[in-house]
């Protein structure tokens, strides 16, 4: 049986998951592409930054994130700064804390992707009379296309399954912060297993159908590729 | 954990918010019997379910009521060996200095954005909580405002680290983190008691010296003076303590 | 209308300075060993690269690079043609061809779709796919995309390198066509002394990232002090008129600008060209104080001995001769012995028999 709670609490996780992912395209795309180009000397310094969320327990994050949102934290300064409500508890910081949690399973695919396609095809195209922006869209993403697949679906899953961060900045306010695996969590601490059930093998099932989906196109993707 | 060679050796689960206080008795019960005493700290419905599943635990140091009494009742604890070993303090309480005077009076006040709690259907410190929330007739006015934490712990940090201006948590965490700022200690009166149950998991001597080793008054003390009430005060109030304390 | 460059490069231990000015029109081959510098020359001049401070880039009166200012590569109006073909392998052949002319500048007289793809031979190939190309086809494809993007440059950096010699086989006359039909300049990147001798009109010689010698193709070879008349592969280049078409025994007969015949293999009837190009290897060419009699040998050419040095110090010498009456210049390689027996002087007066011809164009 599902609760009311629960099914907000999926939605809630959708919409997490989804937000995050978009900011993270948007943000990672420049980020990747300037780790796959650049020849700076300390670049191993950005790449292991950006893989730290691999290795460290979420929690690790949620609580430094809990700190730099607090009303001493640069994060909680700058909201402060400029006229707006703080973070922490918000779905706008739970979508802030899934970035930094996700970010290397969005920035890495991307990365390799960017790396493998060279810069070949993007001088081509330049003598070809194609602009930065234009290369952008006409080359690179079309070329990308699998990897950005890889790319928005890890960072869609890897959220969906978040849970340190979201303990440590959420609050659990049902309709706001209160997402998926919390709801499991709280329903298996107090000791309602059925629900748990439930909302666990709802996770599952759809996380299982998505991942199939993606593999599923990535393979048709590949018949069109070189 | 040492001890001498005919000393046992104690593994014993115990709740978070008493694990730093135990820890202190336990020292203690160690330097005076050789029994060695190795603690397992954690949330109380983890053990529960840990235990259930076969965790080999001799002792437990339960945050409530429930977890022991449903031991009991499943056949998984020694009969009769419950007891309440302290019965906890629930304080509103902010980082800032003056924040809160000592009536409480800044719930109806309502200067502040955020009030974190911890999570009324996990921790008996959330439930009551709600209580006093309910009690002075406030919580339909401050609901919106509420953040639950996971455990008291967490509800702790949201405040700590000044996210949520004011939280309810337990008394001892006030006490044991020596920090500066305000809180108003919320008489028991306003919600239901705060028990903390032991039950034995095993019956062996050592298990029983130990547990009648925190129930004698010098380790009730620590414990009264660690932010909690002691059992034998507690037994002295007017709230209903089951007590089968055992003693040889 | 000339395209002047005058740019330095530095690449860790690689200096690269390249000055020139050659016309701007017809095909400028730049040759060299490979490592010369010859394809960051390119890259720089289509602006994939940015040179030292104060390098210039100048094509028919438009300057692309100067000491102030640098315009980026896709404003450049270049055509590129890569030794990979780099097509997009998203976009079918058509596709290809359409990003190019989607993305030019309205210009007069640029080439079209209509006009490129027989140039090319590219009509059964628009609806392919490149991975389904061979290595022939993706670089016409590729040289087909870089002209319909309508330059004012158009650079190739050897095209055929990449290709097997059945490919190049196949690819060579298509280039051909192009160059000789091409509006625009062309720098033709080349380490091959067939491509250069029946492509290129003028020559750039270049050699550890410097410009040893630049000019007309046949100046250029026929200088006795430049790195391939001084190597096994000496050649020149003639130009002749066609004089008997169907000439006698399977044979064309063309006559040079001195007016003496030259006998090939008979030509295509219908030959539209009137002038024809030649490659003759300075190893083809033994000289007579007298005119031969009773020799096997058809080609036999009146010049006048214009410059004699030692080709590899080991016995061979080089002879430079101008045909009589022309401008004309032949390079012949003999042994030094040769020479002595001979008395060959500056000034002699001297018969040219060529063993060999390559007919170029």
């Known amino acids: ?226 | 954990m040492t001890g001498n060679a005919q000393g046992e050796e104690l593994l014993i689960a115990v709740a978070a918010n008493f694990s730093s206080t135990l820890e202190r008795i336990a020292q203690q019960f160690e330097d005076q019997t050789g029994h060695g005493v190795t603690l397992v700290n954690g949330a109380t419905g983890r053990h529960y379910a840990q235990i259930v599943n076969g965790a080999p635990y001799d002792l437990f140091f339960a945050a409530d009521a429930e977890a022991t009494r449903l031991l009991e009742e499943e056949g998984r604890a020694v009969p009769g060996t419950r007891v309440v070993y302290a019965q906890g303090r629930l304080a509103l309480w902010s980082r800032q200095a003056g924040f809160i005077d000592g009536e409480g009076q800044i719930l109806r006040e309502g200067e502040f954005r955020r009030l974190a709690i911890a999570n009324p259907r996990l921790a008996p410190y959330g439930e009551a909580a709600v209580d006093v929330l309910n009690a002075l007739g406030l919580f339909e006015r401050v609901e919106d405002r509420l953040v639950r934490g996971e455990n008291i712990a967490q509800t702790y940090q949201f405040a700590d680290s000044g996210n949520a201006e004011l939280a309810f948590v337990a008394y001892s965490q006030i006490l044991e983190a020596g920090q500066d700022g305000s809180y108003w200690l919320v008489p028991t009166n306003l919600h239901r008691p705060l028990l903390q149950e032991a039950v034995l998991l095993k019956d062996s001597q050592a298990v029983r010296e130990f547990l009648a080793f925190v129930m004698q008054d010098e380790a009730q003390t620590l414990i009264g003076n660690s932010g909690y009430v002691g059992a034998v005060s507690a037994a002295l109030s007017d709230q209903p303590v089951i007590n089968h304390a055992v003693r040889e | ?361």
């Open chain 1, 1 to 226: 049986m599902l609760f009311e709670n629960d099914i907000t609490a999926f939605w809630i996780t959708l919409q997490l998951a989804l937000a995050t992912v978009v900011v993270l395209l948007i943000v990672g795309t420049p980020l990747a592409w300037w780790l796959a180009t650049t020849r700076f000397r300390f670049k191993a310094l950005v790449e292991a930054a950006v893989a730290l969320p691999l290795v460290l327990p979420p929690t690790v994050i949620g609580f430094y994130l809990l700190i730099a949102m607090g009303p001493d934290g640069p994060l909680g300064q700058l909201m402060t700064a400029v006229g707006l409500e703080p973070l922490a508890f918000t779905f706008t910081g739970l979508v802030i804390g899934s970035v930094f949690y996700s970010l290397p399973f969005v920035v890495q695919p991307l990365q390799s992707t960017f790396s493998s396609m060279g810069k070949g095809p993007l001088e081509v195209a330049a003598t070809l009379g194609a602009s930065p922006v234009d290369r952008f869209f006409s080359v690179v993403l079309p070329l990308s296309r699998s990897g950005y697949l890889t790319a928005a679906v890890l960072g869609f899953a890897h959220t969906l399954g978040e849970f340190g961060v979201v303990l440590m900045i959420g609050g659990n306010i049902p309709g706001q912060t209160q997402v998926l695996s919390i709801a499991i969590y709280d329903h298996v601490e107090s000791l309602e297993y059925a629900n748990a059930h439930w909302l666990a093998g709802t996770l599952l099932v759809f996380s299982f159908l998505l991942l199939l989906l993606v593999y599923g196109l990535n393979k048709r993707f590949d018949v069109v590729k070189v």
């Open chain 3, 1 to 361: 209308m000339t395209i002047q460059v005058n740019l330095k490069v530095r690449k860790g231990d690689f200096d690269l300075h390249a000055e020139f000015q050659v016309p701007g029109t017809g095909v400028t081959a730049v040759f060299g060993r490979s490592g010369c510098g010859k394809s960051t020359l390119l890259r720089v001049i289509a602006g994939l690269e940015e040179p030292l401070q104060g390098g210039l880039v100048s094509v028919n009166g438009v300057t692309w690079c100067a000491q102030d200012h640098s315009v980026p590569v896709h404003q450049r109006r270049v055509g590129y043609v890569f030794q990979e073909p780099g097509l997009f392998p998203h976009l079918s052949v058509q596709g290809n061809l359409e990003f190019a002319l989607k993305r030019r500048r309205p210009g007069e007289g640029a080439a079209d779709l209509d006009e490129v793809v027989p140039l090319l031979g590219l009509e059964h190939l628009l609806l392919r796919r490149p991975a389904t190309l061979s290595g022939g086809e993706k670089q016409r494809v590729a040289i087909g995309r870089a002209l319909l993007s309508a330059p004012a440059l158009l650079l190739m950096d050897e095209p055929l390198a990449a290709l097997d010699a059945r490919s190049k086989d196949e690819i060579l006359p298509f280039i051909d066509r192009l160059c000789s039909a091409a509006r625009m300049p062309v720098l033709y990147v080349s380490h091959s002394t067939d491509e250069v001798a029946r492509l290129a009109d003028q020559l750039i010689f270049m050699e550890q990232g410097r410009v040893l010698a630049h000019g007309p193709l046949a100046e250029v070879l026929a200088r006795v002090d430049s790195p391939i008349a001084r190597s096994d592969e000496a050649f020149s280049v003639l130009h002749c008129g066609i004089a008997e078409l169907e000439g006698p025994c399977h044979l064309s007969i063309l006559r040079t600008a001195s007016g003496d015949s030259i006998y090939v293999p008979r030509l295509p009837l219908g030959e539209q060209r009137t002038l024809i190009r030649l490659r003759i290897n300075a190893r083809d060419v033994s000289l007579c104080s007298q005119r031969p009699v009773g020799s096997s040998i058809l080609n036999i050419l009146r010049a006048r001995v214009t410059q004699v040095s030692d080709a590899d110090g080991k016995g061979q010498q080089l002879v430079q001769l101008r045909l009589a009456d022309s401008e004309e210049i032949l390079l012949a390689r003999i042994s030094e012995y040769s020479c002595r027996q001979l008395e060959i002087t500056e000034e002699m007066e001297i018969f040219c028999q060529i063993k060999a011809v390559a007919l170029l164009s």
